[in-house]
């Protein structure tokens, strides 16, 4: 049930907004990815500083998400570039692996986890099954629209087929099979510390 729909909605269209300029801003200097990766290296230490005031142990919950996304999602880049089921274009040398990819995807944990933090507090969607559905949704809804944004505007091509302007069905499987992994790690991980996480584990709850 939901507390608040009005709040709701406000909230939902102000990420959606945010979440089309970053595409936008990709997508019109995709090819000079340095300075790419300079803005949302800017934009993510941001949005780490205004975390700040969260309760210790749910702060440093939400910062092993953002390293373990960056580090995890280079790789899952790596072995999609490098069997080509996907490519990045208009990059400086031989490189196929464009500077801002990590920030992007430390960056895209970030997003995700206020998203599913605000949802929770403006619903009564509190027990495991309605985080999984709501982290499923939400890893599926956002990073798809996301990918369309950049995708129509030049900055890489997928390769596989069954697509959604560009977007390949099984890459939108594979988004939520990894945002949901980062979730239920995390989770175990609040189990096991103790840490109290709207998002991930409440003792109480």
Known sequence: M??????????????????????????????SDGWVALGLAVGLFIILYRKRNLPPGERRVYYLGVGLSAVLGSLCEFWGTSNLYWQYHDLSGARNFPFWLPLAWGSAFAYLYTIERNIIALTSFEGLPSKIVITLLVSAVFPTLGEIVTIQLGVWTYNWGYQLLGVPALAIFLLMVFHTGIFLLLRQVCIKKGINSPVFYSASK
């Open 2 to 31: 939901i507390k608040n729909r009005r709040k709701l909605l406000g909230f939902l269209i102000k990420y959606t907004s945010l979440l089309i300029a970053v595409g936008v801003f990709i997508g019109l200097f995709h090819e």
